[in-house]
């Protein structure tokens, strides 16, 4: 069940429950009151379905943002509890997969194997994980702990937590599980596996006490454009979230390209081939029916964000407090990726964004926080498609200004646009999310030991 390779995949992305933009909630056509109501996300991912979308993907962070003083609670405040929301809409969809962050840092192996297999039952082989290794100190301060963790720990321990999940969803292989009720044999004992894993980081006795997911193994996602963040993408990701349209309409071709490059060609000494991988560089369509309404809708979302936190947004993403200084001035000293502790991706971008431009702190938060793209359906499809076809992207991973308007428009006038130039497929051929992506089933390392 191949995906034809000269069509794209595509998520739908929520990354705050009212879309992508810090201040999508106060966009007129979005429903700021349904974030807790379940009809908003089922409205949603079945909206996503209807389009053929590939993926749902529902991101996550453990933490209301309350650093800076702008006084204003936004709606990223307010985020339902991933797997509960996933299972939910496992059960009013199908076909379409459902993928969710889940971090490395602030959980143990154990439950999220679980989680994630049960998942993977549930919605008969629809689900995906994203690999964070979180990014903040709020967080941290919520599990018992006051820094979080350094960049090269938590990296450590994030390959080891997928080693341990991988490890704990092979605990029975596939025809592990019998049923025989005339023998009173449940499952054949020698199919069931302890991992007894056992380093500094993680003690592991397993097995896990649910069986092996349909799929294997759930779709294996990561979204870290550091150096270390690519390492873990080229060992283990199945799909990789890169930084695609974070701060500045789509960055350029070449940039994809470059990035692309840089993590496929990371996989050989992991042994793995090219084609285990798909880099979905995100992308936030302003969709208009003409180009002086796709202009409108652009300066509506421009206009969402009051000044006091658009500069607390800027020092939100360099980590220290700016609102002091002249905005109309540039930083008054450059950011150093040397020993920052939080996103190194977003700030290695901002440091991108200033030797290519002499940008101001008021242009530079404005350009942080107006990554749209905005375009006529005909306009967007034709981005997509130089991204496409100038190997720059697998796919992407759709970001809404808005919800659940943004979707409906890319799914009612960019979808059908990307089908009638053959870009995307009309149908699901599949059932899993790996059949959707075109990727294969991982063998269960027990049985590949027996039958080779
Ligand atoms: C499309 C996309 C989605 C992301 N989703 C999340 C998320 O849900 N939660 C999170 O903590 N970080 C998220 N991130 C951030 C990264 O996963 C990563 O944790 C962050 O960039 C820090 O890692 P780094 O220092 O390796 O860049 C996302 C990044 C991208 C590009």
């Known amino acids: 069940m191949g995906i034809d390779k000269k069509q794209m995949a595509l998520g739908a992305m929520m990354y705050f429950p009212a879309g992508e933009h810090i201040s ?35 991101a996550d962070e453990l933490y209301v943002w309350d650093r800076f003083e702008s006084g204003i609670v936004q709606s990223n405040s307010i985020r339902p509890e991933p797997f509960t929301l ?103 004992k020698d199919k069931l596996h302890n991992l007894n894993y056992q380093t500094s980081e993680f003690s592991v006795r397993g097995p896990l006490n649910v069986s092996r997911p349909p799929q294997g193994y759930p779709v294996l996602i990561q979204a870290g454009a550091s150096e270390a963040g690519k390492e873990l993408a080229a060992a283990s990701a199945e799909v990789v979230f890169a930084p695609g349209s974070a701060f500045g309409p789509f960055g350029t071709v070449e940039d994809g390209v470059q990035l692309y490059e840089d993590i496929k060609s990371r996989m050989t000494k992991y042994g793995r081939s090219r084609d285990e991988l798909l880099i979905l560089p995100g992308f936030m369509p302003i969709i208009g029916r003409t180009e002086a309404e796709a202009a409108e809708r652009l300066a509506i979302v421009e206009e969402l964000t009051p000044e006091k936190l658009g ?38 971008r901002i440091i ?10 008021r242009q530079l938060y404005k350009r ?74 991982p063998a269960n390392r027990y049985s590949t030991v027996q039958t080779s």
């Not at 549930?122 to 689900?127: M, P």
């Not at 991108?352 to 702190?361: K, M």
């Open 24 to 58: 999508s909630w106060r966009h007129p056509e979005s429903d700021a009151a349904g974030l807790l109501d379940f009809n908003y996300y089922k409205h949603i991912v079945q909206t996503a379905e209807r389009g053929k979308f590939d993926m749902f993907f529902y």
């Open 86 to 188: 996933l299972s939910a809409l496992s059960v009013v969809t199908e076909k379409i997969g459902l993928a969710a962050t889940v971090s490395t840092t602030y959980n143990e192996p154990y439950h999220i194997a679980r989680k994630l297999a049960t998942l993977d039952h549930l919605s008969g082989g629809r689900s995906g994980w994203n690999i964070v290794t979180s990014q903040t100190d709020e967080e941290a301060r919520n599990f018992g702990k006051d820094k979080h963790l350094e960049h090269k720990n938590r990296y450590g321990r994030a390959k080891e937590f997928v080693d341990v999940t991988q490890g704990l969803w092979d605990s029975w292989e596939d025809d592990a599980l019998l049923f025989d009720k005339q023998s009173g044999s449940f499952a054949d």
């Open 368 to 441: 942080i926080n107006s990554r749209g793209v905005a375009g006529t359906p005909a306009q967007i499809a034709d981005q997509m498609e130089e991204w496409f076809v100038s190997g720059a992207a697998d796919g992407f991973n759709i970001m809404f200004p808005h919800l659940p308007g943004g979707l409906d428009d890319f799914v009612d006038l960019v979808v059908p646009e990307l089908q009638r130039r053959g870009l995307f497929k009309q149908d699901y051929t599949g059932n899993s999310l790996r059949d959707h992506f075109g990727l294969k089933r």
């Open 352 to 361: 991108q964004l200033l030797e290519r431009e002499n940008l101001t702190i």
């Open 311 to 348: 500069v607390d947004l800027l020092s939100h993403y360099l980590g220290q407090d700016i609102s002091g200084y002249p905005l109309d001035e540039p930083l008054p000293f450059v950011p150093q990726l040397e020993g920052f502790n939080q996103s190194k991706s977003n700030l290695a």
